[in-house]
């Protein structure tokens, strides 16, 4: 187009720079092992000069599946926000290497962050954990065998650094692989699948490795003075019944620990609620940046699809 006799030409639009630089399957243990990575997610604008909590998220999958991948909805929105770092660790599955290889991973992974904490601007004294199903059990096992040679292992560079965090969500992982009575365990229809799993997993039937899945399990790990759990858990879970979720949260009681135990009314084993969500950041921030707020317990209804 002319204007004048000149030629008028149009500003091409800048491109858009995505709010969130993503460093992908960093190897955190050394060994070349594509399960043994972690993303790594860091704002690029943040909101203060200091040292970025982290978020780490351990995705589920049944112990033979899932992927880290899985972590960018998980991380990806309170990193944008400026506040937060993210990680979403990978760990190796049952198929591959027997328990307690997968404790082992995320430990391993928990000691990169902090090793490299200067480096990346994290902090290292506020490392929350969220982790969904199987990575649901890991994510508390994190939060509540700090002490736990056995669970500790030696994967990785970094075994001078603590593989302690500071908080956990618990989103419906199996806290007890032992579980009584009847009503904690997996419905008939899942009963059988699960069973396979669990013996690939300990390297046979759970009831002959009675030892190492008691050890698996966090409610044998309850105790006071560990970091705050809060476990979100669907009433209509025929995987992990809702069962477990109970005992858990008894059992701490008991013992005084910090835990919180939220109820998703008609949820099964795998859901999404605004409402969780929405009480997932409050425990985070509350545990990560300081704000403190009442974080209710009150069940959380879950729309039923029709």
Sequence with gaps: MLAGGFAVHARAAAPEVEPVEVTADIDYAGAGNARQRLDLYLPRSRSGSAPLPVIVFVHGGGWV?????????????????????????????????????QIHDCKAAIRWIRANAARH??????IG?????????????LGLSGGAEDLE???GPHGAASS?????????????????????????????????????????????????????????????????????????DSLVPFGQAEEFDA????????HLLVPVIGGGHGYENAEERRRVRQFLDQHLR???????????PHPVKR
């Design 129 to 141: 954990v969220i982790g969904t199903s199987a990575g649901g059990t890991l994510a508390t096992l």
């Design 251 to 258: 059992t701490m009681r008991r013992a005084g620990g910090a």
């Design 290 to 300: 300081g704000i403190l707020s009442v974080i209710s317990t009150e069940p959380i």
């Design 164 to 236: 302690r965090v500071t908080c956990v969500v618990n989103r419906f992982g199996r806290l007890n692989f032992l579980a009584q009575p009847e009503s904690a365990r997996a419905s008939a229809a899942q009963a059988g699948p699960l069973a396979q799993r669990l013996a690939l997993m300990f390297g046979g039937p759970v009831d002959e490795k009675a030892l190492l899945a008691r050890r698996a399990s966090p409610v044998s790990h309850a105790a006071s003075g560990l970091p705050p759990i809060i476990t979100f858990h669907g009433t209509a």
């Design 65 to 101: 599946g899932g992927s880290k991948a899985a972590g960018r909805l998980i991380v990806q929105p309170p990193v944008v926000t400026g506040n937060y770092a993210g990680v979403s660790i990978g760990y190796r599955l049952a198929g591959e290497a027997r328990w307690p290889a």
């Design 121 to 126: 601007g994290l902090d290292p004294d506020r």
């Design 153 to 155: 292992g030696s994967v």
